[in-house]
């Protein structure tokens, strides 16, 4: 009888220890829920990386494929997204998503979406000037010099 209660006890122990470790490992990869309809998209993503958001669109919308192109290292998938709204069309929707990076969307003729390009972080110049709506400096013509004007 007290083997038995041991080989118990060391089940419940056992069980406790995976699910906590389950539960850790959850917390790191967020929250990722996203509803596919016809031509819209809606979501919930809570702090999770754009590696498991692309994973779960690439599982919702069977596919569609994402290229990454990592010029200098500025794309990382560990990138946290957090993002929520309901039924915006596909195209917005992936806008939201991919705001932080630059990205490019490739749909067919008909309007379905096939692929996503991922090229990196927007640089920070370029992201800040896209932000104020800055006007490029005029420059005013030079006059000409007052003592060469006579009159004769």
């Known amino acids: 009888m007290h083997k038995v209660s ?3 006890l060391t089940f419940i122990v056992a069980s406790l220890l995976v699910f906590l470790s389950s539960t850790i490992m959850l917390a790191d990869e967020g929250y990722v829920d996203l509803d596919f309809g016809n031509r819209s998209l809606s979501a919930n993503i809570r702090e999770a990386p754009l590696r498991a958001v692309i994973g779960e669109i690439k ?3 069977e596919g569609i494929w994402f290229r990454i192109w990592l010029k200098g290292g500025k794309v990382s998938l560990d990138e946290k997204v957090s993002v929520q709204f309901k039924d915006l069309p596909i195209r917005n929707a ?4 991919l705001s932080k990076m ?6 067919d003729n008909h309007g379905k979406l096939l692929g996503v390009f991922l090229l990196g972080k927007p640089a920070r110049a370029r992201d800040r000037s896209r932000r ?3 006007a490029p400096r005029r420059r005013t013509p030079r006059r ?5 004007l006579k009159r004769k």
């Not at 992936?94 to 998503?97: A, E, P, S, V």
């Not at 000409?144 to 060469?148: C, N």
């Open 144 to 148: 000409a010099p007052r003592h060469h």
């Open 132 to 134: 104020r709506g800055v």
């Open 59 to 61: 599982k919702e919308k």
């Open 94 to 97: 992936l806008k939201r998503i």
């Open 102 to 107: 630059n990205h490019s969307l490739i749909f």
């Open 6 to 8: 041991k080989a118990i």
